[in-house]
């Protein structure tokens, strides 16, 4: 978990290519949910071409805060 660094059980869906703007830049990532098993944290992941993480979310009951990486 990015908050605590625990290991859990997640499920996987997703791998869909879409597009995001980082920068003013238009990049081509696959996006990713990541499920925790129980359901309470929810993520998305878009990974570019070289495998780079280059923005994700995290959503649970607080609420939803984005990560993106910049240059």
Do not use: C, N
Request: glycine share 8%; proline share 1%.
């Amino acid at each position: 978990m990015t908050d605590t660094g625990a290991v859990t059980r997640v499920v996987t869906t997703g791998g869909e290519q879409t597009s995001v703007a980082i920068d003013g830049a238009l990049l081509r990532v696959h996006r990713y949910q990541v499920d925790t098993a129980d359901g309470r944290e929810r993520y998305q992941v878009w990974i570019d071409d070289y495998q780079i993480p280059v923005m994700f979310s995290r959503v649970d009951s607080d609420g939803t805060v984005t990560f993106t990486l910049t240059k």
